[in-house]
C-alpha cells in the first residue's frame, strides 16, 4: 500500500507532472511525465507514450532550492520542479521538513526564529556559560591546574618577568603575612605559594594563578608602605584561587569560541579572529565580576585576621596616582574595575561586614 493514497479513490488521475526520469542506476536523465492510476504510475519518456506502470517507493519533503524526487521501487527516479503539482497529484501532505520549508518561505516565522535564535544563544552566553564554567573548574584535578601554573609563569619568566631584587629578609616578611592569611583562611601552607618578580611591562601587579601560584611584582611591593596594604592584595588574590576564577575564565573563553562555532558552522580564519576580539571583551567584563567576588574575599580575611580591609584602598590610590585617567573608572574595556569604583565596592563591603 502506497503510503500516497490517491485523493480520488479508484478513479484514474490524468493530471500530468513534466519533469525528467533517470532509469535505475544511470546518471543521464531523459524528458518525461508522469500521471497516476490507482496505486500505479505511468510514465510517459521522451515523448513517446509509454505503457510502463511502476510503483511508487517514497516522495522526497520539499526543500527550499532542491528538485523534488519520485522514487520508484526498483530504483528508478522521476525529478521535477513542480512542488504544487506532485503534491496535488499524490495528495501529499508533506512531512516535518515540508513543515519547515514552509515556516522558511514565511517572514513572519522566520523573523520569529531569528529572535528565538537570539535568545537562546544569548541566555548561553550570559548564564549558561557561566554555569559550565564554574562546574567544571570545581571538578578540574588539582594536577592540571598545577601544570598550567608551571607553563604559565615559564612562559612569563622567559618573555616579561626578571628574577625579583627585593631582599631575602623582606620577601620572608611578606611570605609569614601570606602564611597567616591562609591560616585565617583554613588553608593548608602548601595550598598555595607566592612568588616574587620584577614586572617588568606588567608594573605594579598581582595576579594568580589557576593552581594556587600568586605573583607579585617587586614595583608593586614599592608602592606600599605598610604591611597591611601588601596583606590585602595577597588577600585578594588568594579570593581569585579559592573562587577558581582563573579555571572558569578559561572555560568561559573556551565554551565562547564553541558557542560561536556551532552558531556559525565555521571554524576558518575569520571566525578565529572574530572569536580572539569577542573573548578579549567578553574576559574583560567577567574579570570585574571575579575582582569583586574577590575584594569580598579579602575584606573578610583581613578583618578576621585583625587587620585594616581598607589598607589595599591606600595602594590603589598610590597606583591611580602613577597610572592617571586610565584607572580613574570603569569602562567596558578595563581589564579590572577602575580604581574609584574599585574603592567605593571594598567600602561598602567593609560596611555590609561590620553589620553583620
Known amino acids: 500500500m502506497s503510503p500516497y493514497p490517491n485523493q480520488t479513490g479508484n478513479q484514474t488521475n490524468m493530471q500530468t507532472v513534466n519533469g525528467k526520469f533517470f532509469e535505475s542506476g544511470e546518471a543521464k536523465s531523459l524528458p518525461a511525465k508522469i500521471k497516476k492510476t490507482g496505486e500505479l504510475i505511468l510514465v510517459d519518456i521522451d515523448g513517446q507514450p509509454s505503457t510502463r506502470m511502476l510503483e511508487l517507493d517514497r516522495i522526497s519533503d520539499k526543500l527550499h532550492g532542491l528538485s523534488r524526487k519520485v522514487y520508484f521501487a526498483g530504483g528508478a527516479v522521476f525529478e521535477t520542479d513542480d512542488d504544487a ?176 562555532g556551532a552558531v556559525t558552522g565555521d571554524d576558518g580564519q575569520l571566525l578565529d579572529e572574530l572569536v580572539a576580539q569577542a573573548g578579549i571583551l567578553q574576559s574583560r567584563a567577567y574579570s570585574r565580576e571575579f575582582e569583586h567576588d574577590a575584594d569580598r574575599v579579602s575584606v573578610d580575611l583581613m578583618l578576621k585576621s585583625g587587620r585594616d580591609p581598607l589598607a589595599v584602598t591606600r595602594l590603589l590610590d598610590k597606583v591611580l596616582a602613577d597610572c592617571g585617567e586610565s584607572c580613574e573608572r570603569t569602562d567596558i574595556l578595563s581589564t579590572h574595575p577602575g580604581m574609584v569604583d574599585r574603592k567605593a565596592a571594598i567600602k561598602t563591603l567593609i560596611e555590609n561586614q561590620a553589620q553583620n
Not at 514552509?102 to 526564529?113: H, I, N, Q, T, V
Not at 620584577?198 to 614599592?222: M, Q, R, S, W, Y
Request: charged share 20%; glycine share 8%; net charge negative.
Open 85 to 260: 503539482g506532485i503534491d496535488e497529484l499524490f495528495g501529499h501532505k508533506g512531512g516535518f521538513v515540508d513543515q519547515l520549508n514552509r515556516f522558511e518561505g514565511s517572514l513572519k516565522w522566520a523573523a520569529a526564529a531569528f529572535v528565538l535564535c537570539l535568545i537562546v544563544v544569548f541566555s548561553a552566553y550570559r548564564w549558561g556559560l557561566p554555569l559550565a564554567a564554574l562546574a567544571a573548574a570545581h571538578v578540574t584535578p588539582t594536577v592540571y591546574s598545577d601544570i598550567l601554573d608551571y607553563g604559565t609563569l615559564q612562559t612569563l619568566d622567559r618573555s616579561v618577568f626578571s628574577a625579583s631584587e627585593l631582599p631575602d629578609e623582606e620577601r620572608q616578611k611578606y611570605q609569614t603575612v601570606f602564611e597567616e592569611l591562609l591560616k585565617t583562611a583554613d588553608l593548608e601552607p602548601d595550598r598555595m605559594k607566592l612568588e616574587f618578580r620584577k614586572g617588568g611591562v606588567f608594573g605594579a601587579n598581582a595576579f594568580a594563578l589557576p593552581g594556587g601560584t600568586i605573583v607579585v611584582t617587586d614595583e608593586l611591593i614599592k608602592f606600599s608602605e605598610t604591611l597591611d596594604e601588601v596583606a590585602g592584595v595577597l588577600a585578594h588574590e588568594i579570593g581569585h584561587v579559592t573562587e577558581k576564577h582563573s579555571l572558569q575564565q578559561i572555560y568561559r573563553i573556551a565554551g565562547f569560541y564553541l558557542l560561536v
